[in-house]
């Protein structure tokens, strides 16, 4: 009797040792589940703070997520009517930014915006913007911001986007009241901000 006792104490013990080994297993396996899904996620975080970025605008190296206030160089006046070097009203002309991804794996987001409060002409306005060299999609994005997308999949090392921005001098009812402007004296400060694009929609800005 004794000795049946003593037996099943033995296998009962066994028995627990057993359920004991099982859960302590599960429970390092469940561990070893989380730590895999926390390193994956830690690798895909650094992997993408790694990845190589270089942006030139205008031929300015900028950093990512940083605004850069650019020289636009010289404002190019469309057609031939008006005196040389002078921009009067009428006339249309336009400065350009380039922006070249070299040497980046990421897609890019880049966010020009348009300080018009600077000009000297209250008549002079912004009346387009385009990319001219591979006719990316330019969208306006705010009152004064004009945002373009360029794929991973098009950065190629000679792929670039040249932005025009595109301003009229409307006449005035008394045009002869209106005197022209020399050239360098059109100044309008753009600011560019360029980030990497990850798939957001871009929404088009509407007036109030």
Known sequence: MEKNQVNNQKIIKRILILFSLI????????????YA???????????HNIAKWVIVVNEVDIVSAQVEEF?????????TSGAEGKFSPGMTGYYEIVIEPRNTQV?????ITVDDTSIKANNIHLIAVEETKVKN???????????????????????INNIKFIFKWEEGENPDEEAA??????QVPMQVKVTQYLGEHITEYVSE
């Open 71 to 79: 020289s636009l160089g010289t404002f190019n006046v469309e057609g």
């Open 137 to 159: 999609t330019i969208t306006r994005t705010g009152k004064n911001t004009y945002t373009g997308i360029i794929p991973l999949s098009a950065i190629n090392g000679t792929y």
């Open 107 to 111: 897609s890019v987001r880049y966010d």
């Open 181 to 186: 402007l020399n050239i360098s004296s059109v």
């Open 23 to 34: 859960a302590l297993a599960f429970t390092i396996y469940m561990i070893a589940q989380i």
């Open 37 to 47: 899904l926390f390193y994956t996620e830690a690798q895909g975080t650094t992997n």
